[in-house]
C-alpha cells in the first residue's frame, strides 16, 4: 500500500460570522491508520499547520477505509487559513461543505 503524502483530510468546516474557521472535522493520519472523524477548533488546526502538517480538503470514500477523494492543499496564510487557490482576505476552504 502506498503511503499518503498528507497528514490529514479536513470534509468540513464551520465559520463564525465573522469568516473565521471556528471547527473543522477531518481525519488525521495516525501512522499507517487513519482516525474517525475529530472535530479541531481553529486554534487546533493553526496548531497543526504551524507544526508542518500538510492537511488537504477533500472526503472519505464510501466503503472504502483509508481511501480518500483529496483536493487542494491547506496552508497558513499569515493569521488566514486558505486553500491553495484562494486569496488571503479571510479564512476560506474552497469547496468544502460547510456543517
Not at 15 to 26: F, S, W
Not at 33 to 40: A, G, K, T
Not at 42 to 49: D, M
Not at 87 to 92: E, H, M
Amino acid at each position: 500500500m502506498r503511503r499518503s503524502n498528507f497528514d490529514g483530510v479536513i470534509e468540513a468546516v464551520r465559520y463564525t460570522p465573522n469568516g473565521r474557521i471556528a471547527l473543522a472535522r477531518l481525519y488525521e493520519r495516525r501512522g499507517t491508520v487513519w482516525s474517525d472523524r475529530i472535530l479541531l477548533d481553529r486554534k487546533e488546526l493553526t496548531e497543526l499547520l504551524k507544526v508542518g502538517k500538510c492537511l488537504v480538503t477533500g472526503y472519505r470514500k464510501l466503503y472504502r477505509g483509508c481511501t480518500f477523494e483529496t483536493g487542494s492543499p491547506v496552508r497558513l496564510n499569515g493569521e488566514n487559513i486558505v486553500t491553495k487557490d484562494r486569496s488571503a482576505g479571510r479564512d476560506n476552504l474552497a469547496g468544502i461543505p460547510i456543517f
